[in-house]
């Protein structure tokens, strides 16, 4: 989807339900009615509202599996839902590849199945950063897949033991109001880890290697893939992965694709920091760059500037209501003018009052 203007029509109910679990689970706290509004939409689900690849000219039909994959550009396919928007690079041969973050722990399963039945064997998994609904899968790769995450992220994931384990338990319900075609499927492996959630330990979830520059091959692979780290941003961990021959980048949440952005302060999070990462992510694209968000659509270098003039237009509107003596509470009600179309209203609040507590210093 290149088009950043749209509205979120295009986002899957599947992935808002995940992404409220996940936000559940992160301590978030959602309102009655935003939920209330999922349940009661009553659209089926994801999936077959498949996600939109940006390359319109060789679009591909959408692949058999459980998650609504779609191809990216040459070698590189989008795996969206049940978290975090996820992505497979594919070596030369097809034989080998790299898989860019884990999703939701109850589907660990059944995304290794299906990135496996393409009959590539993963070299290796990176995690955009440590929130859950992008690690939560890594237990079903650490044992002995290489699994690479910013060294800060390291230091944040133990505590997340508790979230984990009942997001895996958490899944058999998602799974169970599904309407997926391969829902009898998925829920076998998604009951078989519930049974065995509460014995798993924390080691399951740790990456193997940490990344602790810049800039870096990180060794992932038989592919050349960079790691950048710029700084905070959606937390104090965020890596963008940039596959230059593929020409695709995936933003983990430094993008959330015209989407109200879940601003992460008590994990390091800074608006001020965060829009020089997404500076720094045009100067990696080119014409035709695809840019995964961590959450929306698909989009390229305008999902960039789209989030960049967010932030700006939202942190320019919030001083200016502080300057005009309004408190935090009648601030964080307001609506940004121009985002009123913006997805997951539900964190629109959030975000506003992160933004006024970052200014207010
Ligand atoms: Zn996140």
Same mark, same amino acid.
Do not use: A, E, I, V
């Given at each position: 989807m290149i088009d950043t203007n749209h509205t979120p029509r295009h986002e899957s109910q599947f992935d808002r339900r995940a992404f409220i679990a996940a936000a559940g689970a992160l301590g978030l706290s959602l309102s009655a009615g935003s939920a209330l509004a999922l349940t009661r939409s *009553?659209?089926?689900?994801?999936t077959r509202n498949q996600p939109e690849a940006p390359a319109p000219a060789d679009a591909a039909p959408p692949m058999p599996g459980y998650f609504g994959w779609a191809t990216l550009a040459d070698r590189a396919l989008f795996i969206p839902g049940d978290g975090g928007n996820s992505m497979l690079l594919l070596s030369a041969k097809g034989d080998s590849c790299i898989l860019i973050d884990a999703k939701m722990p109850y589907i660990a399963s059944t995304l290794r199945r299906e990135v496996e039945a393409r009959g590539t064997r993963i070299e290796s998994l990176v995690n955009t950063h440590h929130h859950l609904d992008h690690i939560g899968g890594n237990h079903a790769f650490t044992a002995d897949i290489r699994t690479v995450a910013h060294a800060k992220a390291k230091a944040r994931i133990p505590e997340q033991l508790e979230r984990l384990q009942q997001a895996i338990k958490n899944g058999v319900r998602t799974i169970s109001s599904s309407d997926s075609p391969e829902k009898e499927t998925v829920l076998k492996e998604v009951e078989a880890l519930a049974a065995a959630a509460d014995a798993m330990t924390i080691d399951k979830w740790m990456p193997t290697q940490a990344f602790s520059g810049q800039i870096g091959a990180a060794n992932l692979g038989t592919m050349p893939v960079d790691l950048h780290q710029v700084g905070p *941003?959606?937390?104090d961990n965020d890596l963008i992965v940039h596959a230059p021959q593929l020409d695709v980048i995936h933003m983990g949440d430094l993008v959330f694709n015209n989407l109200h952005p879940f601003i992460d302060r008590d994990g390091g999070g800074s608006v001020k920091e965060w829009i020089k990462s997404l500076k720094y992510a045009k100067r990696l694209c080119k014409a035709r760059t695809v840019v995964v968000p961590g959450h929306g659509d698909v989009t390229d270098s305008k999902g960039l500037d789209a989030m960049i003039a967010y932030f700006d237009t939202s942190m320019d509107f919030i001083q200016k209501q502080m300057r005009q003596k309004k408190t935090r509470e009648e601030i964080v009600a307001m609506t940004v003018p121009g985002t009123e179309e913006r997805g997951f209203p539900h964190l629109k609040e959030r975000a506003m009052g992160a933004m006024y507590d970052e200014l207010k210093g």
């Open positions: *009553g659209q089926p689900s994801r *941003g959606h937390t």
